[in-house]
């Protein structure tokens, strides 16, 4: 959650930007209204609304401000009063979402942003879907024909987030659904404080790249719309600066698979290593080619040059293992570097020739 709340925070400060007046902010679906009050202590002027009494009986007994109950669909503020309305894992609680999202549109001032937040991909539905109420997971299409039909706001941002622990988290859910393990209060019950903080740190790498790129998939939407601007159509954006934190973020996704795949395999169901490091190594090499060719260097125009490419993606990671090998060999045994720090330096620099390997495989004119 204390990532969650930092992607709001990095969302508004840059969608946000400070008049003469104070920003004045509405939290629709705000709980008992802790990000009201982390926002208030801010200098914003921040209302919250919820539907449910209880909560917002409880932080109003906190001493929190500005906390109302929406007891009907109409939201009772006037029209064009708010800068920014947040709209977090509120929509799929809501059947149906049209009157709700026209209404939020009518509060919201000429300029101000809408930001939301909600759960993706049905195939994920899991225990804490079911608990929470929802009547549905969303993909980036389902979510912009809702807020379609229902507002004339301009999308001017969308991307999947949660990415780096979509392959366990997935993993878990599919297995879960399959063997209908639906005993649990939640998927995921960890009690530890050291896996926490992995987890936390991992997210929190994830969230920086956020703040630059937009992913291809994970576990939650994070969108941002307007209202009343001009939408303009946009080409795909080959910057080389992006492309590189794409490249990143791929290879650390990629990572985060490989040891997933290899964890389920070889620890829960027992599998030979030799077997799981196959099976897990060729996956994780599938999933890079594609996240790499159609995501990070947005590759899409290929006609029929996927397979030739392939083969030049095989050929460059067999040279990548060759080459990395031989460096390490190199530094530990001629140089005396410790193995690990030799490691870190060959992949480094395997890294960066790779980026240069993939812009020319993946290259859109050729």
Same mark, same amino acid.
């Given at each position: ?11 508004? !400060? ?42 917002? !009986? ?118 879960? @659904? ?44 994070? @969108? ?37 795949? @290899? ?15 196959? !099976? ?36 460059? @990671? ?38 240069? !390997? ?9």
């Amino acid at each position: 959650m204390r990532v969650r709340r930092a992607i709001v925070m990095d969302t508004l !400060a840059t969608y946000v930007t400070p008049g003469k007046q104070r920003v004045k902010i509405l939290d629709f679906g705000c709980g008992s209204g802790l990000l009201v009050d982390e926002l208030s202590k801010k200098g914003m002027s921040v209302y919250g609304v919820d539907m449910s009494e209880e909560a917002i !009986a409880f932080g109003k007994s906190r001493g929190i401000k500005g906390l109302s109950v929406l007891s009907s669909d109409h939201i009772d503020f006037p029209d064009d009063t708010f800068d920014a309305i947040l709209m977090l894992d509120v929509l799929e609680h809501l059947e149906p979402v049209d009157h709700i999202l026209t209404e939020v549109e009518r509060i919201l001032k000429p300029g101000g942003v809408m930001i939301i937040m909600v759960p993706a991909f049905m195939f994920l539905w899991g225990i804490q879907d079911t608990v929470s109420q929802h009547y549905r997971r969303y993909t980036k299409p389902t979510l912009s024909a809702d807020i379609r039909r229902s507002t004339k706001l301009e999308p001017i941002r969308i991307s999947y987030f949660n990415t780096f622990l979509f392959p366990p988290i997935a993993l878990v859910r599919i297995v879960s @659904s399959y063997f209908n393990l639906n005993k649990r209060e939640s998927d995921f019950n960890l009690n530890s404080p050291m896996i926490n903080k992995i987890l936390f740190a991992i997210f929190n790498t994830e969230r920086w790249f956020l703040q630059r790129i937009d992913y291809p998939f994970g576990v939650s939407i994070l @969108s941002v719309y307007r209202k009343h601007t001009t939408h303009r159509q946009t080409a795909p954006d080959h910057n080389p600066i992006k492309q590189v934190f794409r490249f990143i973020a791929t290879g650390a996704m990629t990572a985060v698979l490989y040891l997933s795949i @290899s964890y389920i395999l070889g620890t829960v169901l027992g599998i030979h290593y030799i077997t799981t490091t196959i !099976a897990a190594y060729t996956l994780a090499l599938l999933f890079n080619f594609t996240v790499q060719k159609y995501w990070s260097f947005e590759n899409k125009d290929s006609k029929g040059k996927t397979p030739m490419q392939a083969i030049r993606y095989i050929g460059w @990671s067999v040279i990548g293992i060759a080459a990395n090998t031989g460096m390490v060999y190199l530094l530990v045994a001629k140089m005396h570097l410790w193995y690990l720090i030799a490691q870190a330096v060959a992949s480094c620099l395997f890294a960066a020739a790779s980026f240069f !390997a993939y812009r020319r495989i993946f290259r859109t004119k050729e």
